[in-house]
């Protein structure tokens, strides 16, 4: 399961753009979220995540 880091992200929108099935928006703190009912761990946001906000989680 991944997961965004809200000390790292800078809501630079990214991730959004490369998600291949919508999965991320930008949540009411200001910050990327991954919404992991949909997201099929592909990750291409992790890859792409200019400040490597996005993390690991079991
Ligand atoms: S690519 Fe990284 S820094 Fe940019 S919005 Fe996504 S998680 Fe935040
Ligand atoms: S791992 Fe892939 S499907 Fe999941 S949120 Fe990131 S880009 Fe989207």
Redesign the pocket.
């Known amino acids: 399961m991944?997961k965004v880091n809200k000390n790292e992200c800078i809501a630079c929108e990214v991730?959004i753009t490369?998600?291949?099935?919508e999965?991320?928006k930008i949540n009411e703190d200001g910050v990327a979220e991954?919404n992991n009912e949909?997201?099929?761990?592909?990750?291409?946001?992790?890859n792409m995540c200019v400040q490597e906000a996005?993390d690991n989680e079991d």
């Open positions: 991944l991730c490369v998600c291949p099935t999965s991320i991954i949909t997201c099929i761990e592909c990750f291409e946001c992790q996005i």
